[in-house]
Nanobody, 124 residues
Framework: VQLQASGGGLVQAGGSLRLSCTAS??????WAWFRQAPGKERKFVGT????????VYADSVKDRFIISRDDAKNTVYLQMDSLKPEDTAVYYC????????????????????WGQGTQVTVSS
């Protein structure tokens, strides 16, 4: 199983980017995005469930980022709007084959599969 993330780049503050992450090999119940800024721990950005696609977001990105999924393509997206310099980080997609309890969706250790990361840089 491989997760391939793409879509990162350099954008000015206030701009938008859309990240994609495509999986090969199997379907997943939970998808998530995390990010890691230089010298900092990896942090939860948001998650989406299979089926109804319920989403949960970190407070720092709520109302600016939207996660969606296309199960036919085995792909998850992260639409990022109103980007800020503090959004600069390497963004990682993650996935897990079975349902993760609500209490654990923000934990990186809950996800078994990880993509390679894509750099997002927001200039001021």
């Amino acid at each position: 199983v491989q997760l391939q993330a793409s879509g990162g780049g350099l954008v000015q503050a206030g701009g938008s980017l859309r990240l994609s992450c495509t999986a090969s090999g199997r379907a997943f119940s939970n998808w998530a995005w995390f990010r890691q800024a230089p010298g900092k721990e990896r942090k939860f950005v948001g998650t989406i469930r299979q089926g109804g696609g319920g989403t949960v977001y970190a407070d720092s990105v709520k109302d600016r980022f939207i996660i969606s999924r296309d199960d036919a393509k085995n792909t998850v997206y992260l639409q990022m709007d109103s980007l800020k310099p503090e959004d600069t980080a390497v963004y990682y997609c993650a996935a897990h084959p079975s349902r993760i309890a609500n209490s654990g969706v923000h934990l990186s250790r809950a996800y078994y599969y990880w993509g390679q990361g894509t750099q997002v840089t927001v200039s001021s």
